[in-house]
């Protein structure tokens, strides 16, 4: 006889092989000679990979840590702003990522410890309260500042992934776009 915790383990191998399959076997389906997929499909998997990175850090900070935080996506926001206003017409710096890591990095962390030096003794609810204002104090913020941050329609003209300034964009097309996130 079969136990039930046995069969709970095929079934979860067997979805999590479907899974792999999938996002390997996505931008072959989109291509122009097979196109048994529609071309879209492939934005949405950079999506996905771009929320599922940030998955990945939630669970850090929720599991491995034994916080619950409500204001992730705050961070997610100041990493990802940082980035585009350092390699866009904003500043007109076009530093590529190697050179914009370690400031992103640097406002990051300048970011965390104001918000861990406000809540440093607070735990369970209120901690997760703050948090989750801290996530819509970003949001409103980057919303409001629309000179700088282009408001509810977000950055344009940011350049292509490149190493350094002016280097070869690594990418240029959205199954790029798609492998880079799904290996990172």
Known sequence: MIRVDT???RTSRVVAAGVVAIIVLLPILTSSSIGLVPARWVTVGVL??????????????????????????????????AYGLMNSQAFDLHL??????????????????LLGLATRRIRGDYFALITLAFG?????????????TGGSAGLVGID?????????????????????GWLA
Request: hydrophobic share 55%; net charge neutral; aromatic share 8%.
């Open 48 to 81: 996905a990979a771009t929320y599922a990175i940030l998955a990945l850090g939630l669970v850090v900070v929720t599991g491995w840590c034994g916080q619950f935080i409500l204001g992730y996506s705050g961070f997610f926001a100041i990493g990802a702003y």
């Open 136 to 148: 819509e104090m970003i949001r409103i913020s980057i919303t409001n500042l629309r000179d700088l």
């Open 160 to 180: 292509p992934l490149t190493l350094l300034p002016g280097g070869v964009p690594l990418v240029t097309n959205a199954p790029g776009r798609y492998a880079i």
């Open 96 to 113: 590529g990522i190697l050179l914009s890591l370690p400031p992103i990095i640097a406002i990051e962390l300048a970011a965390a410890l």
């Open 7 to 9: 069969i709970a383990m």
